[in-house]
């Protein structure tokens, strides 16, 4: 039995807590994997000459859509270099 909360302390180290808390937590665990283009919210454009964030991009999307652009999957270089170079064009 603990009869002193220092102790209790030394004891317990911390690790006991982590887990999941309930049916809806999320995974508690950490990935060990390199950071890759897809972990981001932002994106570096040599036509621009700078970052780019996702909500930069979003906006210039809708506009890119308003102004007769087709359809793009997902928020990459790829695509925002379509929409830079769209807008450019028709601006």
């Known amino acids: 039995m603990i009869k002193k909360f220092n102790d ?3 004891e317990v ?10 049916p809806a937590y999320g995974e508690t665990k950490t990935l060990n ?3 890759s283009a897809f972990d981001t919210d932002v ?3 040599e036509l621009g000459g ?5 909500d930069e991009y ?8 308003k102004s007769g ?12 270099e379509k929409v830079i170079v769209y807008l450019q064009d028709n601006n």
């Open 8 to 10: 209790f302390i030394l």
């Open 13 to 22: 180290s911390g690790t006991e807590l982590v887990g999941p808390i309930g």
């Open 33 to 35: 994997k390199t950071i």
């Open 43 to 45: 994106i570096y454009s």
């Open 50 to 54: 700078r970052i780019y964030t996702i």
């Open 58 to 65: 979003n906006q210039m999307y809708q506009d890119y859509l």
């Open 69 to 80: 652009g087709s359809p793009l999957d997902g928020y990459n270089k790829e695509n925002l």
